[in-house]
Antibody, heavy 117, light 107 residues
Framework: EVQLVQSGGGLVQPGESLRLSCAAS????????MSWVRQAPGKGLEWVSF???????DYADSVKGRFTIYADTSNNTLYLQMNSLRVEDTAFYYC???????????WGQGTLVTVSS | DIQMTQSPSSLSASVGDRVTITCRAS??????LNWYQQKPGKAPKLLIY???SSQSGVPSRLSGSGSGTDFTLTISSLQPEDFATYYC?????????FGQGTKLEMK
């Protein structure tokens, strides 16, 4: 069974860092496009980033230069390293496996990141 | 960036109704259009990809159509479990933008 289990959210102060994890089972993360999508509380969905096998990555302008997406093949886990966090980064963060049309076909359960002083 | 505009933003309907949600892209996205359903406190769920292809396990009463800039999601006969928020998303070019969402409520 394909499954994504997330961890790593929490409360941080502006300017601090946090790393989100997304452990995959039932498939190999390095063989699929993988993405992060976020949702501020009560708001809509916002695409954040994707990666494919570490060779192809892209980011939303709002996080470019501050966030880094990568996959660790040794433990089949996708990560999102978030640096210089801002209040506006407060959101539920979801990881997802992407399909052939780059649709997000399987989602993690989400984790809440709160940036507040 | 490609802008995605959904309409309506909210919709009240009854069980058994036929419902249509539209999504318009600011430029042509071919068939790179996906539809998701989200219920409160839950992760989104993929319903339709490539504009009209149903994800495995999605009931046949939900269908998608369109290409280029104009797309629709149709629910042929609303069931109680269909009351949720629906989002379209283009996966033609990054950033893979979403529509603002359509909240489908029970009348």
């Amino acid at each position: 069974e394909v499954q994504l289990v997330q961890s790593g959210g929490g409360l941080v102060q502006p300017g601090e860092s946090l790393r989100l994890s997304c452990a995959a089972s039932g498939f190999t993360v390095s063989s699929h496009y993988m993405s992060w999508v976020r949702q501020a509380p009560g708001k809509g969905l916002e695409w954040v980033s994707f990666t494919y096998n570490g060779a192809d990555t892209d980011y939303a302008d709002s996080v470019k230069g501050r966030f880094t997406i990568y996959a660790d093949t040794s433990n089949n886990t996708l990560y999102l390293q978030m640096n210089s966090l801002r209040v506006e980064d407060t959101a539920f963060y979801y990881c997802a496996r992407m399909g052939g049309w780059l649709q997000s076909e399987c989602w993690g359960q989400g984790t809440l990141v709160t940036v507040s002083s | 960036d490609i802008q995605m505009t959904q309409s309506p933003s909210s919709l009240s309907a009854s069980v058994g109704d036929r419902v249509t949600i539209t999504c318009r892209a600011s430029q042509s996205i071919s068939s790179y259009l996906n539809w998701y359903q989200q219920k409160p406190g839950k992760a989104p769920k993929l319903l339709i990809y490539a504009a009209s292809s149903s994800q495995s396990g999605v009931p046949s009463r939900l269908s998608g159509s369109g290409s280029g800039t104009d797309f629709t999601l149709t629910i042929s006969s609303l069931q109680p479990e269909d009351f949720a928020t629906y989002y379209c998303q283009q996966s033609y070019s990054t950033p893979y933008t979403f529509g603002q969402g359509t909240k489908l409520e029970m009348k």
